[in-house]
């Protein structure tokens, strides 16, 4: 069975103040996404890694792709409040061609002004 | 144009009761897929539409769960009779092709009591 383990779950930092989120498995995944999802809404897709060590910026977040591609990482930046949210990693399922996804646990984070 | 949307936002029934979860893809989209949330846990995969057809419904949990999508557009997830343990988030997703990205509705929040 694909699982995906986030560390951390929980987040509470300061305005300005850098982090980092991680992503992990003991299953390779032909690429992982990353999603924000605020109270209310579903899961909006903020990036697709797919070639093993890839890196891939947005603004302030980088995400990263293990060499492996069993792990990712998620970076901010100089964290701002309207960054505050769930973070979920997922990748698509090997079992079936159904492109299903495998959500990952969640860090849930929250900025202070 | 319109995104992904689901009714009711917010349901909550006796257990027993019947409850009826409806999904209107982005027009178009081909796949459709419905994932659950339970307090505590991940997202996980209940089943994948393409069109009217069902791909996989590997993650439903038991024949309580009935999903349909007649003529290929809207889908409707139906609980009967609902227990306690299907209180969660149900969020349904549509993509236009199998590998292309996927989006979320806002979910429906079901407390069964």
């Known amino acids: 069975t694909q699982l995906l383990e986030q560390s951390p779950q929980f987040l509470s930092i300061q305005e300005g103040e850098n982090l980092t989120v991680y992503c992990n498995s003991s299953?390779?995944?032909?690429?992982l996404q990353w999603y924000r999802q605020e109270p209310g809404e579903g899961p909006v897709l903020l990036v697709t890694?797919?070639?093993?060590?890839e890196v891939k910026k947005l603004k302030r977040l980088t995400f990263q792709f293990g060499d492996a591609r069993k792990d990712s990482s998620l970076h901010i930046t100089a964290a701002q409040p309207g960054d505050t949210g769930l973070y979920l990693c997922?990748?698509?399922?090997?079992?079936?061609?159904?492109?299903?996804?495998?959500f990952g646990t969640g860090t849930l984070l929250a900025v202070q002004p | 144009e319109a995104g992904v949307t689901q009714f009711p936002s917010h349901s909550v029934i006796e257990k027993g009761q019947t409850v009826t979860l409806r999904c209107d893809p982005i027009?178009?989209?081909?796949?459709l897929y419905w994932y659950r949330r339970v307090m505590g846990k991940e997202i996980k995969f209940l089943l994948h539409?393409?069109?009217?057809?069902?791909?996989?419904e590997s993650g439903m949990p038991n024949n309580r769960f009935l999903a349909e999508r007649t003529g290929g557009t809207y889908s409707t997830l139906k609980v009967q009779p609902a227990e306690l343990e299907d209180s969660g988030v149900y969020f349904c997703?549509?993509?236009?092709?199998?590998?292309?990205?996927?989006?979320f509705g806002q979910g429906t929040r079901l407390t069964v009591v």
């Open positions: 299953s390779v995944f032909s690429s």
């Open positions: 539409f393409v069109k009217e057809s069902k791909q996989d």
């Open positions: 997922a990748g698509p399922s090997s079992e079936g061609a159904t492109n299903k996804l495998i």
């Open positions: 890694v797919v070639t093993g060590g």
């Open positions: 997703a549509s993509s236009l092709q199998l590998l292309t990205e996927a989006f």
């Open positions: 027009s178009g989209h081909d796949n």
